[in-house]
């Protein structure tokens, strides 16, 4: 059986010392434990997806459950940020506590890609950035490789991948889009509760009349995900009518639909408020005042050799390069709300430090921070369940399958067809920028979520979010759609003997399983293991991490249940409004019993667990940790 990283060490390792925890990482578990409820999350009961019902934020129970690790409170959300008119700088990654040996590893994940059979993307560019500091950057692969969907270019007319190198950002996009409409709604010329066909009344048509602007953000309007505009119809005028009367596939508000045409037509709705076409608002409200000279639609042709080729595309005959990837974007000119814009890293890392600033950078006010609090907090738990999608508006949160190491309630923000991520992480104001062209030469070689995971995860380690002590034991990888097992063999001697471990359980919620089981015979018959429930720290409170639920009748290591015994699955992340997911931000010692799910790449192993038997003063025991991983949850749903 394939088992990546299954055992680093080889052989048991005994527990020598508790694992410290960093001061970023203390105060990362304190923002998660202070805004408990602050994202409306489905209650550990419903394990079926039944939705809970909305609650109201407890700030001062949440303020009472934080670790004790700094003084004051009530805490702020996340995202409820201060604004700030200092800029990004160039640091050193020690400077905004980031371990540079650990960042090392990430050209070898790129080059991974690279050379992956076939390969994941032709070129990358990737930035690291933490506390307004970019601490890494670093490019490989090629911008233009290809000259058709099987002809590689010869060398000499190759152009490499560059730290600037622009990129086509696909439905990134979309958060330029939410931004002008979140403009709008400051402005008072929009509501997020005004029906979209007050605005534009061609809209109206097949019964989308009570379709709303929140609706739309945040992809559950109904509308189909998607429609060929670019051969279906002759001009633009036809394609935009399309757009707006499309038949509505299920009632708004009912279901989660990731969907272009919701974006469109919030992009013909910021042209029809502002009086401008969608290019021109962005470039003036937005990029303009902040500095992000080389973010734009339509590139000119000047600019040709710095940007990332794409698709060889037979719709076209020809290789598009220089131009927005996505057909229906093209066809409605290259602008539209969904794609069409085209960044670099650094101007990237730039619009993304202006929501970490509560909307402000360099002095440049785009949002108010009430305004980006409301974009990061997620509005559709209720819909989507116990391990669904999660949205704001128009961001994307808690998305594992590209956040990876850095997932939490409050992580965003999007990605992009053509190869693109953007991940902020409020907690430790980390901000990941990874740019590829991973659909050229086609499409079908896309696969650049695994690359994101690893450079993610990557990230989360040099942040200390994984201690050291943990990441050099045993891991079960991070790979979809496998298994991976850990088998200890140990004597235990006394009466009441000890087998101590420590457990990192960061796993996808509703997709990846840990198993516990320990056999008295040697490895005869193994049986799930039951351990009381873990008590937290002192000073935190109400322990938000292990949230169980009874699978059926659990046995302990001598076939006893102590007091309390449960055998269980961790809903984490998708589990309760007022607990939020701790597991991945510190290990803790643990009883060897029960079954844990939850979200995100990691798990390490060291628990304790008391081992009954009377009369018997030593025990030979095997002791079994299975992690199982589903295919991806975005795999499953089909998604880029």
């Not at 999007?414 to 062209?437: A, K, M, R, W, Y």
């Amino acid at each position: 059986m394939d088992q990546p990283g299954t055992d680093q060490n080889g052989t048991d390792q005994p527990r020598t010392d508790q694992p410290g925890i960093t001061r970023r990482v203390g105060l990362t578990a304190g923002a998660l434990a202070a805004c408990a409820g602050a994202v409306g999350l489905p209650a550990a009961a419903h394990v079926m997806g039944d939705p809970a019902p909305r609650k109201e934020r407890p700030e001062k129970q949440a303020a009472a459950s934080a670790p004790g690790w700094r003084p004051g409170g009530p805490h702020p959300h996340p995202w409820n940020r201060r604004g700030s008119s200092k800029t990004l700088a160039d640091v050193e990654p020690a400077d905004v506590g980031l371990d540079a040996d650990v960042l090392a590893q990430l050209p070898g994940i790129l080059r991974a890609g690279l050379d992956n059979d076939p390969p994941r993307f032709s070129g990358a560019t990737l930035l690291v950035a933490s506390q307004r500091g970019i601490a890494y950057e670093h490019a490989d692969g090629y911008a233009l490789r290809w000259q058709d969907a099987s002809t590689e270019l010869p060398e000499a007319e190759r152009i490499p991948a560059r730290t600037d190198t622009i990129y086509d950002l696909a439905s990134i996009s979309k958060i330029f889009t939410a931004t002008a409409v979140m403009q709008h709604v400051e402005a008072g010329l929009l509501s997020l509760e005004d029906r979209v066909a007050d605005h534009l009344p061609r809209f109206a048509e097949n019964g989308k009349g009570e379709v709303t602007v929140q609706h739309l953000l945040s992809h559950v309007g109904g509308l189909p995900a998607f429609i060929n505009l670019y051969s279906a119809f002759p001009d633009i005028r036809s394609r935009i009518d399309a757009v707006l009367t499309v038949a509505p596939s299920t009632p708004p508000g009912t279901k989660y639909v990731y969907s272009d045409l919701g974006l469109i037509t919030l992009g013909l709705i910021v042209e029809k408020l502002s009086g401008t076409s969608l290019d021109g608002y962005v470039r003036e409200h937005i990029t303009g005042p902040l500095g992000m000279d080389e973010t734009m639609y339509n590139p000119p042709a000047e600019l040709k050799d710095r940007i990332a080729a794409t698709e060889y595309v037979e719709h076209y005959g020809r290789l598009v390069h220089g131009h927005v990837h996505d057909e229906n974007a093209y066809s409605l000119g290259g602008v539209a709300g969904h794609a069409g814009v085209f960044s670099t890293a650094r101007d990237l890392a730039v619009f993304a430090q202006m929501f970490l600033h509560g909307g402000i950078y360099g002095g440049a006010r785009i949002l108010q921070p009430g305004t980006v609090e409301s974009m990061f907090t997620d509005r559709i738990a209720e819909i989507t369940g116990v391990g669904g999608a999660r949205r704001g508006l128009g961001p994307e949160l808690e998305a594992w399958f590209y956040h990876a190491g850095l997932t939490s309630p409050y992580s965003g923000v999007h990605t992009g067809f053509t190869g693109t991520s953007l991940v902020v992480d409020p907690l430790t104001e980390t901000v990941v920028v990874l740019l590829t062209n991973s659909v050229h030469p086609t499409r079908e070689w896309s696969t650049t979520s695994v690359t994101r995971r690893e450079v993610s995860t990557c990230v989360a380690h040099a942040l200390g979010i994984v201690p050291e002590s943990v990441r050099s034991g045993w891991r079960a990888g991070d790979r979809d759609a496998a298994t991976a097992t850990l088998e200890i063999s140990a004597d235990l001697p006394g009466r009441e003997p000890v087998l101590e471990a420590e457990l990192f359980a960061h796993l996808e919620t509703a997709y990846d399983l840990l198993v516990l089981e320990v056999s008295a015979d040697g490895g005869g018959e193994l049986e799930a293991s039951a351990g009381p429930p873990h008590r937290p720290p002192p000073g935190a409170g109400r322990d938000p991490r292990r949230d169980d639920h009874r699978l059926g009748p659990a046995r302990g290591m001598d076939g006893d249940v102590p007091a309390g015994g449960r055998v269980g699955s961790a809903l984490g992340r998708g589990a309760g409004a007022a607990r939020p997911d701790h597991r991945r931000l510190y290990p803790r010692p643990r009883r060897l019993g029960g079954a844990a799910a939850g979200p995100g790449p990691e798990t390490g192993a060291r628990g304790h667990r008391p081992a009954r038997g009377p009369g018997r003063r030593r025990r030979r025991r095997v002791v079994v940790a299975r992690v199982s991983r589903a295919a991806s949850h975005r795999q499953l749903r089909g998604l880029p």
